[in-house]
Structures are given as C-alpha cells and as structure tokens.
C-alpha cells in the first residue's frame, strides 16, 4: 500500500496519515474529513455544464477548498481558471501549477504586492480588484517601480455592503485614477452579489447584477478598458442563477469574458448552501438533479457517560461551526458501509475544541464507544481549513487519495 | 537572511513565509499570527513558578498550540511533560522530541490505538484516560495482542458534564475492570473542572478538587494503583488555581504526582481567559504581576468604502471567533512601532471568512487603505489552528522566529 505523504519539512506529522485503500470504518485514524467521489464528480460536471449553458466560463473560488488536486479537477472539468482571495493563496495555487488566477479581492501591503509581481514575473495571468483611488495608487507606483503592469478589475459595490465603489461617480472616479497609471490595466469589472441585501434578496440581487452588466457596459462605451475582451465577474454558491442569467439576458459574452466564481458548489453542504440550492431549483426548475453534499467529517463517539448523552471526538479543530453539526449516519467500526445504524433523533447540543455533546434519543440502546458518526455541516470553507489533508473515498468507504490542502 | 522553512513536501506553499529579522511594519505578508516573546517568555516562567510553589508539576496542555517550538520552550522552563487531546497530537509531538506525554483523552479506535502503540513501542511515556468499562476492555484487548502495556488513567466526571465517571460507584466499578485486563497499568486519576458548573462557580469546582483528592486516597487505600507514585491530575487555564490549592491542602505531592494542565496560559488571551486571570489575582492577591497576553494578529486596512467604515483583511480563516476580535493599535505601514495610530473606538462589526468589518467612529480621518491593525482574540486554541506558522517577535516588531505548527 501506499501511504500518503503527510510528513512534511522537519519531520512535520499532520492529522490525516492514512494508508490509500485503507477502509474508512476499519484503518483510519478518527476524526477525519472525507470528501465522497461520486457527489464531488456530480457537482464538478453539474455547474460546470451551468456555466457552460449560460455562456459564461468558470473560475471557481479556491479559497473554499485552497486543495491543488480539486483545483485541477476543476480545471480538467473546464474551469477558466481559479479564483482566490488573497496574495499567499495566489502563490500557492501557482506552485501547483495554476496559471490564471482571479484575485477577487484587493490587493494591499507591500509584501502581498511583491508576492503578486513574482507570480507575475515568473508568467501567471493575475487579476486583482480595486476600489480605491489610495490603493490604484500604491499599486501603480509599486508595479511602476518594477517595470511590471498588474491587471485591475474595478469592484462595484453596494451601500452598507463590504468592499466595492459604491456608485457611478466612484466607478468613473476610479476608472480615471487606473487611466494615469501606466503600471495598472483596467481589465474588467468585478462584484459580488453574496453581501447585497434587500426585503426580496433575490430581486436585490438581480437588480445588483443588472448594476454590474450596465456599468460594464457603460467603461466599455467611455472606452475605459485596456483589453480586448474585458472581464465581467461575480457570483458565489448561493445566487450564481441570478446572476448567470442577467449576464446571458444582456448576451455579455458577445463583448465581454463573463465569469462565475462559486466555490463552495464543489463539495456543497449540509446547511446554508443546501438551503441556498433548494431556493435555485425552485426558481430553475429546469436544473434537474443539483448539487450534493460531498464533504462529511467522521468521528467516533468517545464515551457514553450518562444516559441520553454521548461524548463524540470532534470539535471545532474539526468541522465547521457556523452552525452546529449535523449527525448523518452511524456505523459500527470495522462493519460494512451499507450496514448503518440509526441516528435518528441524535443532536448535537454543543461543541468544543475536540469533542461533541450529543443527546440521544432514549430508544438509542444500541450505541458503544467506538461508533462512527458521519457528520454535515453548513460552510464548507471552514471545514476544509481545520485539516492538511482530506480523504477521498469511494462508495465502499475505501480511501481513494488523500488530498492536500494548502492554507 | 534565513528564510524560515514553509514549503512543506509536496511544494507546498502556506501562508507565513518570512524573512527571520524582517520588520513586521514593513516586510511581512499579512495577515500574520504573531507572538510577542517578553510576555510569552513571562508567561512561561509565571506558570512554572505557580506549579512549583504548590507543590505540583506542570504539563502544559499542547492542544492549545500545537507549536513544537513551544514545548520545548516548556520543557526548558521546567514542565514534567506535555498534554495532548488525541493520538494524532500524541504522535506529532513525540516526533518532534516530546517523551512524556498526558493524553488527557479516551483512546478510542483501533487506528488511533495502533498509533498510540507505535510511540509505546518507540519508547514514549503515555498516559491516557478512561471513562467507561467498554473502553477498558477495548484497549486491555488490542494491548494484550501485541504484548505491550498502556497506563491509563481514571477520569471522573461530573453529572451533566463531560467525560468521566460520574459518581463513586463508577469509579469503583472501573478500577474492577482496569485490575481485570493485564495490560492496563491504572496510574492515576484524571479530571477536568472547565466543565464544572454550578450557581457558585468558583466553589463548585473547589468541591470537585476534593472529591479528586478523595477518589485519589480512596483509590490508593484500596490497593487500586498499579505504580509507586500515581499521578492525580485536573485544571485548565482559568481555575489553575483553586486546582493547585486543593492538591497542595491534601499534600498529595507526598503520595502521587499532582499535575496541572493549563494549555492558554502560554499566550494568554485578550477574551475569556482574560477575565478568568482577574478572578484568579482577586482570589490571590498574592500572585503578582499576572499572565500577559502574548498573542495577536496584524492585518491591513484593504477597503475604506464609505464613510464610519474599515473593510480588513482579516477573516474567520485567521482568527479565533468564539467573540470577535479587538482592535488594540494601529500602525502605518513602513512605520515605527512606537508611532501608533488610534484605535479608539474601533469596532469589528462582522467576520467573514477573509473580511473583518470595522466600525470606526467620526473621529477616525486619518486611517489609510494599507494601515496596520493588531487584533487581541479570546481563546487561543482556535487562532493557533488557522496558521502553519507564527512569528515570534520582539519589542521592535522584528521577526525573531517563525513557529511552525502540527495541527
């Protein structure tokens, strides 16, 4: 067998080792974050084929997963590119072998800048944002000093919303201060629908997106943009329809390079973005079949100390806690998958560094220490982060790889 | 200049490359975990010497960080051994040279106990704990079968609580089982008063130290201990004192080991463990000159939108968010450390994944998209996770070290 590396420099043992064939509910140290291949290919095809049907490319967000090997699934599934959110994640996506890279975030601090002119230098097709005269100055004056040109995306925002220009008179204030840096190459117009609100949230978002198509549309008539094909680009796993579509109404790929960047879809989830999916099928009941939840956290219960409660270890070293876990399916260790026991009425009712507070439901006669519990959650970005490694597994449980993450 | 390690096998790139000497003001991607060394090498001596001074030895609990560089210091200050959550901490640890090691955690599954044999076999001293007859007779098995010998530790509980034995007759019942499995050693008794409650907190756990003390003689009166010197040991980072008091009341240190645990104290925090410290010198007026906080993180001002509004690059990927985090000081970035700016008044509204909302107040028309800000968090543990590495600095906010983690 193989075993997958996860000894790195000065002898650096990770949570995670396992043998690759290694039978999840048999010989593997517990807790582990495991990714199911069957759903992950689904969703890989599933919004790659959105994207596609709306004419628009995809660059997923990496900042969710920040794991090389589903970056290149993502790629290999037709990804334009990848997105991420800070200079270091840039980096690390480029030493594994990502060439575009959408920084949908601003780019701020010298060292991120140098970080981002290395890429640069050394070939990456980088993107940043801007929404900042200050900040267009800096990096202007930075890449100026090293003969680099940096492309900008200008964000647009909304009030009370995170970053991005609030109005017209920003955009054009902005586009202006990027037209007198000879560094800087205004390449496009970013946002981000995930922090705009309304009584109707999604005709906010709608409305948003018809903002971001008819500002794009009004740079380009003043002639503001640098490239040929300017970017046009939003959308994270919540609203990524509306925004798709606003994008395929105004036929945007005739002039612009549309871009969709979900990143949370790859593996989905068992809380808020389930929600967030069943909300799009209701509005595209032509979506057949959407995503499924790929990503679960295994773990045994550790101690059943008193009645109607069972001590779990996992914690929020382990799994996302946005929102309590969600306890899905029950195995006896070393039984078969499709053996499972019940979970019914089992509720996580607290959660620690390492363990879990389950309640059981007083007909749970059945349970012993050594039990493992597939657990949900909601957010898969904060899942991901908790681990160096993540298991992929096959309908039987056996490990297929073991994917590295590089936070 | 050193260039601190950070590409781990594989190529991987994390964030917290560093030039050694750099200026974190200056030549320091941010956001960056960083650890102040006068308070840390303070804080280290203060709990050493408070171990000491009752009587007790010190085995910090590594859980917190997860930092080699740590331990060793530690180790260096005096601590008998360090504490560990799981078999995977266990094992990071002894490979990074820790010989004594107190998980103070059920050992459960057969991958998590075959990990736990293998440092054993390799010549480590573990201890773990044990809660429920099930469990004993699962570790007694797997031992027997490979000829090995476990020490193990009883733990007692509280109703309503955690883990543990619940009442006497648990404990006794226990013990039976232990004495039943040859290749179990009991070597002492474990507890943990962080999940203790009661109307009068600080008295509850000082009657939970007592029913320690007295489980600990009733044990050995009865022949239970399978070792000369059993260890009894309890106490996080916030009741470390009423813990060491009871074992100092009882001259435990003249019969068993006592041992305290404190894991937070090492850095201390800015939240939760900050008030615990003020009850603890309001109990103890005597203990002069506290624990410091000794850990913070330095992000930049990315976005300046609108009006009464900072957008930082600082987000739930970075720092612990059980409250949200502090401003403390302000810097410019290039700038001196003794020059700082105002915070006054500064408020982290929201945390996002990789965005900090910053409420500042009317007076704040100085701040500049690139500023500098040091975040206090409470609770340690869950700012350690987010990072590969730590930058250990002195006063001049020059990088002394950059601490690797094996999370």
């Known amino acids: 067998m193989k075993r997958a590396a996860n000894a790195g420099a000065g002898g650096r043992v990770d949570k995670g080792t396992v043998e690759l064939g290694a039978d999840l509910l048999g010989g593997v140290s517990l807790p582990a974050a495991v990714i199911h291949e069957a759903p992950l290919a689904h969703n890989l095809a599933w919004m790659q084929r959105f994207a596609e049907a709306h004419g628009a490319r995809l660059a997923p967000h990496g900042k969710t997963t920040m794991t090389p090997a589903l970056f290149r699934r993502q790629l290999e599934a037709g990804a334009w590119g990848i997105t991420l959110a800070t200079a270091p994640q840039c980096r690390a996506a480029f030493a594994h072998g990502m060439r575009r890279l959408l920084m ?4 701020v601090g010298r060292a991120n800048m140098a970080m981002v002119a290395e890429l640069i230098a050394a070939g990456a097709e980088v993107y940043c944002v801007v929404d900042g005269v200050e900040n267009v100055r800096q990096l202007g004056r930075f890449f100026a000093e090293r003969d680099l040109k940096l492309a900008v995306l200008i964000e647009l925002g909304v009030p009370v919303g995170r970053c991005g220009c609030r109005d017209q008179a920003g955009v054009e204030a902005l586009a202006e201060a990027i037209a007198a840096e000879p560094a800087l190459v205004l390449a496009g117009l970013e946002g981000y629908e995930g922090v705009v609100h309304g009584e109707d949230p999604a005709a906010a978002v709608s409305d948003y997106a018809q903002r971001l198509v008819e500002t794009a549309l009004a740079l380009d008539a003043a002639g503001r943009f640098d490239v040929a094909e300017p970017i046009v680009t939003a959308s994270g796993s919540a609203w990524y329809d509306l925004i798709a579509e606003a994008f395929q109404a105004a036929s945007l790929d005739d002039r612009f390079v549309p871009v969709l960047r979900p990143g949370c879809y ?7 973005y389930r929600e967030a999916q069943r909300d799009v099928l209701r509005r595209r009941p032509d979506l057949q079949h959407g995503l499924e939840p790929a990503l679960e956290v295994f773990a ?17 070293r382990d799994i996302g806690h946005d929102q309590l876990p969600v306890p899905l399916r029950r195995y006896r260790e070393g039984g078969a998958p499709d053996a499972t026991l ?5 509720q996580v009712a607290k959660l620690m560094d390492q363990h879990a507070f389950v309640h059981l439901p007083d007909a749970a006669d059945d349970v012993t220490v050594g039990d ?15 681990w160096h490694h993540l298991l992929l597994v096959n309908e039987a449980l056996e490990v297929q790889d073991s994917l590295a993450t590089c936070f």
Chains 1, 2 share one sequence.
């Open 372 to 386: 493992i519990v597939a657990f949900g959650a909601s957010h898969p970005c904060l899942t991901f982060d908790k």
């Open 300 to 316: 045994q219960v550790q101690s059943l100390p008193e009645p109607g409660l069972a001590i779990v270890a996992l914690g929020k």
């Open 104 to 107: 949908a975030n601003q780019l």
């Open 266 to 272: 790859v593996v989905h989830d068992h809380g808020l």
């Open 342 to 346: 019940s979970v019914a009425g089992w």
